[in-house]
């Protein structure tokens, strides 16, 4: 893995974005955001899933006019995501809002720009510029015969320099297109272009199944690269998703540690227990455990036994049964039927002995 690309530092709230920190989680909730009440409790399940900034659409005054209710309500920061109208911006920012999404070039001329990026600055609160390659303007699709990574860049540095010209720097930017090698190609460029914090994704990657390998695949190349400071997976149906593969993926790169690792071998012939249903009960067990353990659910002795070994916790199959394992040491040998609740009770010893010597 290449070297994290450093950029400045920018404060979204209470999380630090860019500069080396942490590449946060994001997610944007689908509810009608003039519904404050079913908007916050989509809000709060983000939030217990592991979320850590939320973005939510304000298209008009009546969804702008909740932003305070929700923003006080909400353990992590908020962000709007605005177009066109640059009075909601200005409702948000009165709102507390933590950071604003918007294209300064659709927002309606330089003055507004000018106020904008005044208020804004006053307030602490950045800007997202959001290039898309469905939205960008029509003389750089004309220019360059359509939505290319090129257009994309030069859209990037064309809001970028309506805000500096106004001498505001509080910049994240983000690059996205459905394409997962033009979101690839449009990010390695800018990277060479600016110093601003990157925040990284593959819009309109569809449902949970392809969006998720389609947005793994993009989001996984741009991060061995070093690049990208904040992401979001964007699937599809419910935001949680999102979350949780997000998570997945910086534990699997090894660039966050979220937890435990449940790993598992694929079922072939010599496998005489339902891996499938121990594999994903295990995987619920270990949902809620913040150590970062690895657990092995192997379904036969061809490598079981030895993942198992090199595992805090794990278990390899045998024909009706299962050897457990914890850290090396061959606990015992139990009926299939047993082997949840075992494993459950020595995950139960681990998580005491963890919290023991944390404390």
Partial sequence: MKSRRMTRTIQVGSVAIG???????QSMTNTDTRDQHATLEQIHKLIDCGCEIIRLAVPDREAAANLEFLVQNSAVPLVADIHFDYRLA???????ISKLR???G??????????????AGERGIPIRIGVNAGSLEA??????????????????????????????GRIIVSLKASSVLATIEAYQDLATKCDYPFHIGITEAGTWFKGSVRSAAGLGILLWEGIGDTLRVSLTGDPV??????RELLQTLGLRKFGATVVSCPTCGRCQID???????VESLAAGIEAPLKIAVMGCAVNGPG??????????????EGLIFRKGEILGKVPEAKIIEVLQAELQKIMHSFEQTKG
């Fill in 241 to 246: 998703r999102e979350v949780s593969v997000g």
């Fill in 106 to 119: 659709n927002i309606g001329g330089v003055d507004r720009v000018r106020l904008l990026a005044a208020k």
């Fill in 139 to 168: 003389d750089l699709l004309k220019k360059y015969h359509g939505p290319v990574p090129a257009a994309m860049v030069e859209s990037a540095i064309r809001h970028i320099q309506l805000l500096e010209a106004e001498d505001f």
């Fill in 102 to 104: 918007i294209n300064p």
């Fill in 275 to 281: 891996l499938e249903s121990l594999a994903s009960q």
């Fill in 307 to 320: 993942e198992a070994r090199e595992a805090d916790l794990g278990v390899a199959g045998g024909k009706g």
């Fill in 90 to 96: 200005l409702t948000a920012i009165e709102a507390g």
């Fill in 19 to 25: 500069g080396g920190n942490a590449i946060a989680v």
